[in-house]
């Protein structure tokens, strides 16, 4: 079963988003808030889900408000979208 | 049939609340005989170490909760053997019975779960 993985704290202080990226499926994704987006344009840590079939997504508000402009593999999604986005997968695992 | 769900409990034992929630809820779930796994990942595997004395930091021993997941029927406990091995945690010394898991094991664990809630 597919699941979204929501993460909000900066993959710079924090090791949620390392746990996460040995958890993921084949199918998962991973939704980017908060300051969660800052990983955004790290190529490092996103090199892990370009290279299966994983996607990566960010919450348009959380990265224009901190002035960031993400890779290309990372999908900039609005509110509407995040919500239609967590009925996409089978469950979603919210790393508070 | 009532969903699978699975638990990470990631903090350890006396930082905050996070731990004993996870727990709560495990108790709270395995008492409602409904089918749980727990996993313990990152700091949260120093939940399972051994003859800790939380009085000496005016905390509720968590061990004899711990020790009461069985007895609620949740005999299904794993912790991640990356976040024991990092910290120096030999998994035949732990408090509990619980399989370490490697980075695939842990990705079949999340993936045939219905439900998984992360503290």
């Avoid at chain 1, 998962?28 to 344009?41: I, K």
Wanted: one cysteine or more.
């Amino acid at each position: 079963m597919s699941t979204l993985h929501l993460l909000s704290h900066s993959p710079f202080t924090d090791t949620r988003l390392a746990s996460c990226l040995r958890l993921l499926g084949p199918d998962d994704g991973v939704m980017l808030t908060g300051d969660a987006v800052y990983a955004g344009s790290d190529a490092q840590l996103t090199a892990p889900l370009q290279q299966a079939t994983m996607r990566l997504y960010a919450l348009r508000e959380d990265v224009h408000a901190r002035g960031l402009t993400p890779g290309a593999a990372v999908s900039v999604i609005d509110y509407p979208e995040f919500v239609e986005l967590t009925l996409a997968y089978d469950k979603v695992n919210s790393w508070i | 049939m009532a969903k699978s769900m699975l638990i990470i409990s990631r903090q350890a034992p006396w930082s905050g609340p996070g731990a004993r929630e996870a727990l709560d809820m495990a108790l709270a779930g395995g008492a409602y005989d409904l089918p749980l796994a727990m996993l313990f990942l990152d700091d949260g595997v120093f939940q399972l170490v051994g003859a800790q004395q939380p009085a000496a930091v005016e905390q509720k021993n968590l061990g004899a909760n711990l020790q009461a997941l069985p007895l609620f029927g949740v005999d299904e406990l794993y912790a991640c053997a990356l976040s024991l091995a990092q910290r120096g945690l030999d998994p035949a010394t732990l408090a509990l019975p619980a399989l370490a898991l490697d980075d695939q094991g842990l990705r079949e664990l999340l993936a045939h779960h219905d439900l998984v809630v992360t503290l």
